[in-house]
């Protein structure tokens, strides 16, 4: 990878040096679709992006280079890329210069990459999501030739993750732990486009956090698809419950988070982990996707409803106040309404402090596209909205447990409906919004919480 890294940074000078002799700051837009993977990717390429000689800017009509870092994990997320492309191809025919740059696992399909060579021909540069580190050499092909670049790679045994990262906080940061997905849930189009699970090296990892704590960071969520396979593969003998034990002895680190975390490999070695290190934060994303063994076997899951709750019950006994937030799919092929009512069961069982609620979508080349019984729309969303209706009340009786008590919060960011107020996070990742200014950013505040909505909680600085 040493090597791959200097040529990018040969082509990062040379398109710097261009806008150094144009005299120009040039602006670039990055717009990020999908999960933390992404978020975490687009750090990357804004910070490739920044030592090019780019700075941000607010919006797409005042940039000189566009971004869509793309998800293909549901089809409205693919039909908004499209939608939006349609716009920026007007902003393009007014700016000839404008540079609109796709990349992100959308593009990992050749049916998608197809569709936009021939109806997005101004689309600048194309790729994907194992050959970031090359994004600066495209660019710069582009820049010079004028012409639509495209470089989609299928794999890579190495992922650069030594590129120089954008960070949106000061104060917090991601860390991939390892790249890709082997569970191939017969759902989820992930292991097509992201590939194999790998792992990296725990020393590149730990040298990683060393250095963002040095740098002021004082939380870090560790990013994977499956943290809880980590090490597979790798020469020394590590497993994830050992990764984060290091982790947590890192100077500096005050919060540690991790996501995602699959039920099937939650070790009790990790329980134990959770619950001996102060600044592991006791909150856990554990998705469910269905409380139904008979559809979580269809979704190749590899767990059942009973070994799900069992594992609720071993971390809640040895944690008692952890957190539990959840992902769940509605409207699976051949889920039947009594699929439904075991779902809600296991919520209420759970009672889940959050939840991403999803409405299944057909994927293309994904065992379940090919089941026969796909569910009508008109059932799914009676199955969605009878899961929201036992949901939010169990969420909103968990944020009015808060009221009335006092925790250390990190202040992370003005709110954004209301400048007077700081949005902050509690160890259990709560949001809680409260009075106070920007100089609060990126420091623990004392907060009593006094309200709460069922999505958020209202407190107050106390000394
Ligand atoms: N349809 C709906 N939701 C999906 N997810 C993954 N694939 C699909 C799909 N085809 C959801 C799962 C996963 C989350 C990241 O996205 O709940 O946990
Ligand atoms: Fe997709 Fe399942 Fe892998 Fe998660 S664990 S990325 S849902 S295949």
Same mark, same amino acid.
Request: net charge neutral; glycine share 6%.
């Given at each position: 990878?040493?090597?791959?890294?200097?040529?990018?940074?040969?082509?990062?000078?040379?398109?710097?040096?261009?806008?150094?002799?144009?005299?120009?700051?040039?602006?670039?837009?990055?717009?990020?679709?999908?999960?933390?993977?992404?978020?975490?990717?687009?750090?990357?390429?804004?910070?490739?992006?920044?030592?090019?000689?780019?700075?941000?800017?607010?919006s797409e009509e005042?940039?000189?280079?566009?971004?869509?870092?793309?998800?293909?994990?549901?089809?409205?997320?693919?039909?908004?890329?499209?939608?939006?492309?349609?716009?920026?191809?007007?902003?393009?025919?007014?700016?000839?210069?404008?540079?609109?740059?796709?990349?992100?696992?959308?593009?990992?399909?050749?049916?998608?990459?197809?569709?936009?060579?021939?109806?997005?021909?101004?689309?600048?540069?194309? $790729?994907? +999501?194992?050959?970031?580190?090359? #994004?600066?050499?495209? @660019?710069?092909?582009? /820049?010079?030739? =004028? *012409?639509? !670049?495209?470089?989609?790679?299928?794999?890579?045994?190495?992922?650069?993750?030594?590129?120089?990262?954008?960070?949106?906080?000061?104060?917090?940061?991601?860390?991939?732990?390892?790249?890709?997905?082997?569970?191939?849930?017969?759902?989820?189009?992930?292991?097509?486009?992201?590939?194999?699970?790998?792992?990296?090296?725990?020393?590149?990892?730990?040298?990683?956090?060393?250095?963002?704590?040095a740098d002021g960071?004082?939380?870090?969520?560790?990013?994977?698809?499956?943290?809880?396979?980590?090490?597979?593969?790798?020469?020394?003998?590590?497993?994830?419950?050992?990764?984060?034990?290091?982790?947590?002895?890192?100077?500096?680190?005050?919060?540690?988070? $991790?996501? +995602?975390?699959?039920?099937?490999? #939650?070790?009790?070695? @990790?329980?134990?982990? /959770?619950?001996? =290190? *102060?600044? !592991?934060?006791?909150?856990?994303?554990?998705?469910?996707?269905?409380?139904?063994?008979?559809?979580?076997?269809?979704?190749?899951?590899?767990?059942?409803?009973?070994?799900?709750?069992?594992?609720?019950?071993?971390?809640?006994?040895?944690?008692?106040?952890?957190?539990?937030?959840?992902?769940?799919?509605?409207?699976?092929?051949?889920?039947?309404?009594?699929?439904?009512?075991?779902?809600?069961?296991?919520?209420?069982?759970?009672?889940?402090?959050?939840?991403?609620?999803?409405?299944?979508?057909?994927?293309?080349?994904?065992?379940?596209?090919?089941?026969?019984?796909?569910?009508?729309?008109?059932?799914?969303?009676?199955?969605?909205?009878?899961?929201?209706?036992?949901?939010?009340?169990?969420?909103?009786?968990?944020?009015?447990?808060?009221?009335?008590?006092?925790y250390e919060v990190?202040?992370?960011?003005?709110?954004?409906?209301?400048?007077?107020?700081?949005?902050?996070?509690?160890?259990?990742?709560?949001?809680?919004?409260?009075?106070?200014?920007?100089?609060?950013?990126?420091?623990?505040?004392?907060?009593?919480?006094?309200?709460?909505?069922?999505?958020?909680?209202?407190?107050?600085?106390?000394?």
């Open positions: 990878m040493q090597k791959e890294t200097s040529l990018t940074d040969n082509y990062i000078q040379k398109i710097y040096e261009k806008w150094c002799k144009a005299g120009k700051k040039p602006k670039l837009k990055c717009v990020t679709y999908g999960c933390q993977a992404n978020v975490h990717d687009s750090e990357k390429i804004c910070g490739l992006l920044y030592k090019m000689g780019y700075e941000a800017c607010e005042e940039a000189d280079l566009i971004v869509y870092n793309t998800c293909c994990v549901r089809e409205n997320a693919e039909n908004r890329v499209f939608g939006n492309l349609g716009q920026l191809k007007k902003l393009k025919a007014e700016n000839k210069d404008l540079k609109i740059i796709l990349c992100g696992c959308m593009v990992q399909q050749d049916a998608i990459v197809e569709k936009i060579r021939k109806s997005y021909p101004f689309v600048d540069v194309i $790729f994907g +999501t194992f050959n970031l580190h090359r #994004f600066p050499e495209l @660019l710069y092909t582009n /820049i010079e030739t =004028n *012409s639509q !670049i495209i470089d989609i790679w299928q794999d890579a045994k190495e992922i650069a993750d030594d590129l120089p990262a954008m960070r949106q906080h000061k104060f917090k940061a991601s860390v991939n732990i390892m790249h890709g997905c082997d569970n191939f849930c017969s759902y989820c189009i992930v292991p097509y486009v992201r590939g194999r699970e790998r792992s990296r090296p725990p020393e590149a990892i730990i040298k990683e956090i060393e250095a963002l704590a960071v004082v939380e870090v969520t560790l990013l994977g698809q499956n943290v809880n396979s980590y090490g597979k593969g790798l020469e020394s003998n590590i497993n994830f419950a050992d990764l984060i034990n290091k982790v947590a002895k890192i100077t500096g680190l005050k919060r540690i988070r $991790f996501l +995602t975390s699959h039920p099937k490999d #939650f070790s009790d070695e @990790l329980i134990a982990a /959770i619950k001996n =290190n *102060s600044n !592991i934060c006791k909150s856990v994303h554990l998705p469910l996707q269905s409380g139904s063994t008979a559809v979580l076997d269809r979704m190749n899951r590899k767990y059942t409803k009973e070994s799900y709750l069992a594992l609720v019950k071993s971390l809640r006994d040895a944690v008692s106040n952890i957190a539990i937030t959840t992902d769940i799919i509605t409207g699976f092929p051949y889920e039947t309404d009594e699929d439904n009512e075991e779902t809600i069961d296991v919520l209420k069982k759970v009672r889940f402090s959050g939840a991403f609620t999803f409405i299944y979508s057909k994927r293309s080349g994904t065992p379940a596209a090919a089941m026969d019984c796909q569910i009508d729309e008109e059932t799914t969303k009676r199955r969605f909205d009878k899961i929201l209706n036992a949901l939010n009340p169990i969420i909103y009786e968990i944020s009015q447990s808060h009221i009335g008590h006092t990190l202040a992370e960011e003005p709110s954004k409906s209301d400048d007077t107020l700081i949005t902050g996070r509690l160890d259990d990742n709560s949001l809680v919004h409260f009075k106070g200014d920007t100089s609060l950013i990126g420091q623990f505040v004392t907060v009593k919480i006094t309200d709460c909505k069922t999505f958020y909680l209202i407190g107050e600085i106390i000394e």
